[in-house]
Each structure stands twice: as C-alpha cells, then as structure tokens.
C-alpha cells in the first residue's frame, strides 16, 4: 500500500514539473513573439518630421 502511494506521488511530482517547465516555455516564446513585434513596429512607425521653416512667416 505504501509503494502505491509514493508511486501516485512520484507521478504526480513529476506531472508538476512537467507542467512548469511547459508553462515556462510557453511564456517565454511569448514574450520572444511580443519583443519581435514591438521591434517591427518601432522600425515601420513614422517618423515625425520636423519643420525648418515653421517659425519663420
């Protein structure tokens, strides 16, 4: 009876650490993905210009 139950918690410690590690990938190719996207719009936003001329009429 006692090696059941350390076999159940054995399977169960190692689904745990399973699951972190899976949750852990998942969230850094996430935010790899948000990085990549804020560096592509950073890159293609607009400028604003300045004007030279705007003070002088």
Do not use: C, H, W
């Amino acid at each position: 009876m006692a090696a059941i139950i350390a076999s159940i918690a054995a399977l169960a410690l190692i689904g745990t650490t399973f699951y972190a590690l899976g949750s852990a990938a998942r969230a850094r190719d996430k935010e790899k993905k948000r990085l990549a996207l804020e560096a592509v719009i950073l890159e293609f936003k607009p400028r604003q210009r300045q004007q030279a001329n705007s003070g002088r009429g």
